[in-house]
C-alpha cells in the first residue's frame, strides 16, 4: 500500500517486516569504500528504520523499487526468494536505435562474467555464469532514435540488462559503462584516431528503472506487488 515519503527516501511501502522504497539514481544502495561513498539507500533506511536489511540491490544509476527486510528472519526468506527466482522484476529502459514494436517477448540468453581487467564491467563470456533477459520493445521515440523496452530479467547477475542490450547493439541510453558514448571514448584513448567530442552524447543520467516487484510476504504468504512508473525526463 502507498506511504508518504519525507525529503531522504521515496516510501512506497511499509509493515512490520519488509519496506519498499523507491530509490533515485546516482544513489548507491550500500555504502562504499571512501567517505565519497558512505551516502547510501541502505544507511538512509537504517537510520529512520532501525534494522532494516539489504535483500538485493540496484546499480547506483539505477532507479526504481528496492525491498528491505526488517528483520534476519525476513531477510532470509526474501534472499531465497530471489535466489529461487521467486520475484517477479520488472524495469523499463530507452535504449539507442529504433527497434519494431512486438507483442511477444524476445529472449537474451548470454551467460555473463566479471571483465577482470576493466572492473566494474562485466562481459559475456561462454565460461561465465548462465543470464537470461526478456525484452520487448514497447514504443519507438523516432526524434531520439532510440526505443523504449520493457525487460524481464530471469537472472540476476551484476550488470545484466546493461551488457545485455549493449550485446544486441541497443545500449542503454545514458549508460556510461556500457553505451556507444563509453565504447567510443574506450576506443579513442586505445587508438587516439578520434575525439570524444565526435561520439554521440549521453543522457543526463541511465534510462534504466525498476518498475514492479512482486513476490510473496515473508510473513503471511500474501501476493505482493508494487509499482513504480519512470521518472525519465527527455525532449522527443
Not at 520487448?136 to 545484466?160: C, F, N, V
Not at 552524447?201 to 534510462?207: F, I, K, N, T, V
Request: glycine residues 6%; neutral net charge; aromatic residues 6%.
Amino acid at each position: 500500500m502507498p506511504a508518504a515519503c519525507d525529503s531522504t527516501l521515496k516510501l512506497v511501502h511499509e509493515d512490520a517486516h519488509l519496506l519498499v522504497l523507491d530509490k533515485p539514481s546516482g544513489l548507491l544502495c550500500v555504502p562504499g569504500r571512501g567517505a565519497d561513498k558512505e551516502d547510501s539507500l541502505s544507511s538512509r533506511a537504517a537510520a529512520r528504520w532501525p534494522g532494516a536489511l539489504v535483500v538485493h540491490r540496484l546499480d547506483m544509476a539505477t532507479s526504481g523499487l528496492v525491498v528491505m527486510a526488517r528483520s534476519p528472519d525476513a531477510q532470509r526468506k526474501l534472499g531465497d526468494a530471489f535466489a529461487r527466482r521467486e520475484v517477479y522484476k520488472r524495469y523499463e529502459a530507452i535504449v539507442e536505435g529504433l527497434l519494431p514494436v512486438a507483442f511477444d517477448w524476445s529472449l537474451i540468453d548470454a551467460p555473463l562474467m566479471a571483465d577482470w581487467p576493466r572492473r566494474p564491467l562485466q562481459k559475456i563470456d561462454p565460461a561465465g555464469k548462465p543470464s537470461q533477459t526478456r525484452w520487448r520493445a514497447e514504443r519507438r521515440l523516432p526524434k531520439l532514435e532510440a526505443t523504449w523496452l520493457a525487460l524481464e530479467p530471469l537472472t540476476g547477475r551484476s550488470h545484466q540488462l546493461r551488457v545485455h542490450l549493449q550485446s544486441i547493439g541497443h545500449p542503454i541510453l545514458g549508460d556510461a559503462l556500457y553505451g556507444s558514448h563509453a565504447m567510443n571514448a574506450q576506443a579513442n584513448a586505445a587508438t587516439e584516431a578520434t575525439t570524444a567530442a565526435e561520439a554521440p552524447p549521453p543522457a543526463a543520467r541511465l534510462m534504466l528503472h525498476a518498475t514492479v516487484l512482486a513476490f510473496a510476504h515473508p510473513q503471511t504468504g500474501e501476493a505482493c506487488r508494487f509499482e513504480s512508473p519512470p521518472p525519465f525526463e527527455f525532449s522527443p
